[in-house]
């Protein structure tokens, strides 16, 4: 069986820890970074590597799921942070799982989609244990093919 594919987290609060385990439960390598570097050794426990920065995770991980606070550090990490450290035309594919304005959020994958990054929607409705439990519902906006894929 062919290993999978390192999937990056940039946030790693309770949601973010809650998404962690359970990408390391089905077998996925994670690599992870949050602001609070205090968060590496929770992300250790879980299996994971910690990564220094947005930017090292970028490199590594060909998906990357977003997880920060709000629609201000989505447009932050993935223009300022991601983008400077992939370079233009990289394929990587951003699962935003934050609470975030759709519109902005939309109009987010418009401006990156030209530079070679793929931008998804990927909310989850409910609390981090219940997506422990695999309770929470997971909701998915963006490109139809992208999806597919």
């Not at 991980?61 to 450290?85: G, K, M, S, Y």
């Not at 990587?92 to 990054?117: E, F, M, N, Q, Y």
């Amino acid at each position: 069986m062919a290993e999978l594919s390192p999937v990056g987290m940039i946030g790693l609060g309770l949601m973010g820890e809650a998404f962690s385990g359970l990408l390391r439960k089905a077998g996925y390598p994670v690599v992870g970074t949050d602001i609070d570097p205090a968060k590496a050794a929770k992300l250790a426990a879980l299996g994971g590597k910690w990564a220094d920065s947005a930017a090292d995770v970028a490199r590594d991980c060909p998906v990357i799921v977003l997880i920060v606070f709000n629609t201000d550090q989505v447009e932050a990490v993935l223009e300022r942070e991601i983008l400077a450290a992939v370079g233009e035309s990289s394929g990587k594919i951003v699962l935003c799982a934050s609470t975030c304005d759709p519109d902005r959020i939309a109009a987010l994958g418009a401006r990156v989609a030209p530079r070679g990054i793929r931008l998804l929607e990927t909310p989850v409705s409910g609390t981090s244990d219940q997506v422990r439990k695999h309770e929470g519902v997971g909701l998915i906006g963006g490109d139809a093919a992208l999806m597919a894929a």
